[in-house]
């Protein structure tokens, strides 16, 4: 009973949190701003408790993973590449964004 008051704190916490930076991160959203999207961008603390369930964990990094893989292959060919994936699988900490600085890739918007 205590860990499922716990999550559905964090669940409430998480909707004040995403309600404050709503418009500030559509608005950094539409207009390409990557520093505007880490801004306002905080990661989810329900997943904390999605976490505690292994296959939840497993597939999240599998997501990640597999989504790094696209990235390495498509860097092998000529011209320029598009992603398109989840804000929390970009910006969570040791998520995309993380882990592609760490191989010294830079990842920037559209310039302003």
């Known amino acids: 009973a205590e860990a499922q008051a716990n999550c559905m704190r964090d669940a409430l916490d998480d909707i004040d949190a995403q309600s404050v930076h709503a418009t500030a991160a559509a608005q950094a959203?539409?207009?390409?701003?990557?520093?505007?999207?880490?801004?306002?961008?905080?990661?989810?603390?329900?997943?904390?408790?999605?976490?505690?369930?292994?296959?939840?964990?497993?597939?999240?990094?599998?997501?990640?993973?597999?989504?790094?893989?696209?990235?390495?292959?498509?860097?092998?060919?000529?011209?320029?590449?598009?992603?398109?994936?989840?804000?929390g699988y970009l910006l969570r900490k040791d998520g995309l964004l993380d882990r592609l600085k760490a191989e010294g890739i830079t990842v920037e918007g559209p310039p302003h």
């Open 29 to 87: 959203w539409a207009t390409g701003d990557l520093a505007g999207l880490k801004a306002h961008y905080s990661d989810a603390k329900l997943y904390g408790c999605f976490d505690q369930t292994k296959t939840f964990a497993v597939y999240r990094d599998q997501v990640v993973g597999e989504t790094m893989n696209a990235v390495h292959e498509s860097l092998t060919k000529p011209g320029k590449s598009l992603i398109v994936v989840s804000l």
